[in-house]
């Protein structure tokens, strides 16, 4: 008869390993993303136009004729 905690602990390091990797991963992939829109975001406090349709029409950088 064999015992059901000589499985467990295995069972249990290969889920957190899994888990920890999945995290590392997704940060890895997430990250030159959100470089990207914090670039791309304006800072309305530095008096920075949005680079959205509406705050470029209200800035007068797009005209709609």
Known sequence: ??????????DKQAKAFARQYAKEFQAEMEAPINELVTQRTSDPLRGEIGQDLKSKIQSGEIKIM
């Open 1 to 10: 008869m064999t015992s059901t905690s000589d499985g467990s602990q295995a």
